[in-house]
């Protein structure tokens, strides 16, 4: 059947204002918002020589973007995360206890590779800040501690997704450790009174040699007709100091979030939709 000629001009026109090729090029937006529950271990030799341990209780957001892509096989795309965390530790008699209120965030661009169509392989640079404040539940000499760095990291993970009747599922592990980076170290061993005069620093190139560092985390993605849910395990581990100060923390949490996927259009505006 032949159409008439306004018709055609018409289809013409619409292909002009909305182009289906460049709906289907632009970059997919991935946003997982998301809560976390575990145990925390931490070591502090400024303010006790116990360790203490207790829980952990945190929120995140992590979003995860394509860049335009060239191919259909490999391409670069890019990740953020802000993670802000709350724990209570009590030292093992059970006499004192700290807080500690803090978190990390990042952003870094990997090289994705899909030599499958349900497997993916991604690394790449990672750029993160990470910072934690302890504070003494009780009144003592020196209530006040922290940790404080930026690290440049490797970032490496695998993927693998699979379907079933109604749903699909991607199961995902993902690692980070530092690599090179900046330190900084509170000249501590004076009283309570260094919080309002001052407290001396060092200032610390850290690497590998000086600061060990490494988060990782197992998930699984279940994707519903209606709703997209995660389910996690996170274990970080940090220790770095000197010979007579010798800091660590580690934490294991479950992780439970809510993702979102979806394309923006950045040149449609607001009051045209």
Request: with cysteine; proline share 4%.
């Amino acid at each position: 059947m032949r159409l008439p000629a306004r018709h055609i001009i018409l289809l013409a026109i619409l292909g002009v204002l909305y182009p289906v090729h460049v709906r289907s090029a632009l970059p997919m937006h991935e946003n997982i918002l998301k809560v976390s529950f575990g145990g925390a271990w931490q070591v502090d030799p400024y303010l006790s020589a116990f360790r203490y341990d207790g829980l952990e209780v945190g929120i995140g957001n992590e979003w995860w973007q394509d860049f335009r892509r060239k191919d259909t096989l490999t391409s670069w795309s890019h990740v953020g995360r802000l993670d802000l965390r709350a724990m209570r530790l009590l030292n093992p008699p059970k006499t004192n206890a700290y807080y500690a209120f803090g978190g990390h965030a990042g952003w870094g661009a990997y090289y994705r590779w899909q030599p499958l169509r349900q497997l993916q392989i991604h690394v790449g640079p990672y750029l993160e800040l990470d910072y934690l404040a302890r504070m003494h539940n009780t009144q003592v000499n020196k209530p006040y501690s922290m940790d404080l760095g930026i690290d440049i990291e490797a970032m490496a993970g695998i993927s693998y997704s699979f379907a079933a009747k109604h749903t699909s599922y991607r199961l995902r592990y993902l690692v980070r450790a530092n690599l090179l980076g900046y330190e900084y170290m509170p000249d501590y061993w004076q009283s309570y009174y260094e919080i309002t005069e001052g407290v001396a620093a060092r200032h610390l190139c850290s690497g590998m040699w000086n600061r060990w560092m490494l988060r990782h985390e197992i998930t699984l993605d279940f994707q519903f007709p209606h709703s997209t849910w995660r389910l996690g395990v996170e274990h970080e581990y940090l220790r770095y100091g000197t010979r007579d100060m010798d800091y660590l923390r580690q934490q294991v949490h479950l992780i439970v979030g809510c993702i979102f996927r979806y394309r923006m259009h950045p040149a449609v505006r607001f009051d045209a939709l």
